[in-house]
């Protein structure tokens, strides 16, 4: 095993945790916040999804011999963000926290959705994946309309190491997003005297309370915003890079840690999309048998940042986001026209992949279940009419 390690994934997998946990981070804690979270206990869940995620990665990556990427539930901290405090306080969403990551264990426990989700056409699984990466792949050009000075250099960096090897491209990019933020990005006052104060972030035992507004307004919700917007996702992510592994254990799992982490105010930890993308392409290793060590790296740097979650929140926080952004859609263009030119190939197909495409890209949000999952449903139903026809068509 030890031999399948290289600099590649091992610069990937910082990369896959530097933007999974910059890109959303802000969003998790805003979610905590919401549902009656102090910043005390915001700041214990923040650390405690880290370290649930970094650590679930790194076992099921070693069990599976596959790059498993790991991720706290964004699309489930907005959500939560639009709950509001319900009546019993955080105890209570602690509570629903728990029944959530049982709810995803019992799921993977149940073998139909697995195979519901290996029964994914492959057209509209990568289509789905490209209408996810679209939006981050637009960020390098935001960044340099947001302000040419911060975001011309990444691009630059990225685009010129990158004619002469491809494998450094990124690393440029991450390199210039670095001195951007020394040098170009104005500091308040006193932002880097009060940084000492947040090198140990806190810890703290949240006692659960369980109540049916609970159930209904905060665990169900998650667990289906979860599921649909996360983990099954991520699943397709897998397939559509070749690595084929029942989903059931790997939602069990990520329910598993998710229940570890709830006591301490972590919501719910899933399967990647995005960032599996980084871990699971070629640019983690050449030969896909080696790629799992980018996730494995990726869950060790989640484990360091979840214990500097203070500091490096602080860090972040300085830039502003779409400078991180840009660095993710750099690493990401690659990932993004493989999973394109798969979903377009076949011309049978390629209406459903439009729909799919068009719908995810969309980013609109129904009952609080993101474009992903209606895309996959938009395009699964021209997928099936457009067979449908062809069976009943005569051929000629």
Not at 51 to 74: D, F, H
Not at 85 to 114: M, S
Not at 183 to 202: H, M, R, T, Y
Request: aromatic fraction near 10%; charge should be positive.
């Amino acid at each position: 095993m030890l031999r399948d390690i290289s600099a590649q994934n091992f610069f990937m997998g910082f990369l896959a945790a530097f933007v999974g946990a910059a890109s959303s981070f802000a969003v998790v804690l805003q979610g905590l916040n919401a549902v009656g979270a102090t910043p005390f206990q915001a700041a214990s869940g923040l650390m405690a999804l880290s370290i649930s995620m970094g650590l679930c990665a790194i076992v099921l990556s070693l069990k599976t011999r596959m790059p498993i990427s790991i991720a706290w539930s964004t699309p489930g901290a907005a959500l939560l963000a639009t709950s509001g405090v319900i009546e019993g306080g955080f105890p209570v969403a602690v509570g629903a926290f728990i029944i959530c990551a049982i709810l995803i264990i019992i799921c993977g426990i149940w073998k139909p959705l697995g195979k519901a989700v290996a029964a994914i056409p492959a057209p509209l699984a990568n289509a789905m994946l490209a209408g996810v990466l679209l939006g981050l792949c637009l960020a390098p050009i935001k960044a340099v309309a947001f302000n040419p000075l911060l975001g011309l250099p990444i691009v630059l960096a990225w685009l010129i190491v990158g004619r002469f090897n491809r494998l450094f491209a990124v690393p440029a990019a991450l390199a210039a997003f670095v001195l951007v933020l020394v040098f170009g990005v104005s500091f308040p006052n006193g932002a880097i005297d009060g940084l000492n104060l947040s090198l140990v972030p806190p810890v703290e035992f949240v006692v659960p309370k369980f109540t049916l507004a609970g159930l209904v307004g905060i665990a169900l919700p998650l667990f289906i915003v979860t599921m649909a917007s996360q983990n099954i996702p991520g699943t397709a992510v897998l397939r559509v890079n070749n690595y084929t592994t029942p989903a059931g254990p790997l939602f069990a799992t990520t329910g598993f840690f998710s229940l570890l982490s709830a006591p301490f105010g972590g919501h719910a930890v899933n399967l990647a999309a995005i960032t599996a993308a980084m871990c699971a392409g070629e640019d983690a290793h050449p030969d896909p048998k080696k790629r799992y060590w980018a996730a494995i790296f990726a869950g060790i740097f989640y484990i360091i940042f979840g214990l500097l979650a203070g500091i490096i929140t602080a860090l972040v926080s300085l830039a502003p986001a779409i400078l991180i952004e840009a660095v993710a859609g750099l690493a990401l263009i690659g990932a993004f026209s493989g999973s394109a030119v798969a979903a377009f190939r076949d011309e049978n197909n390629r209406e459903a992949a439009a729909v799919t495409f068009l719908v995810t890209a969309a980013g609109l949000t129904f009952y609080g279940i993101s474009g992903a999952f209606w895309g996959l449903i938009a395009g699964g139903l021209i997928y099936a009419l457009t067979h449908l026809r062809q069976r009943k068509t005569p051929a000629v």
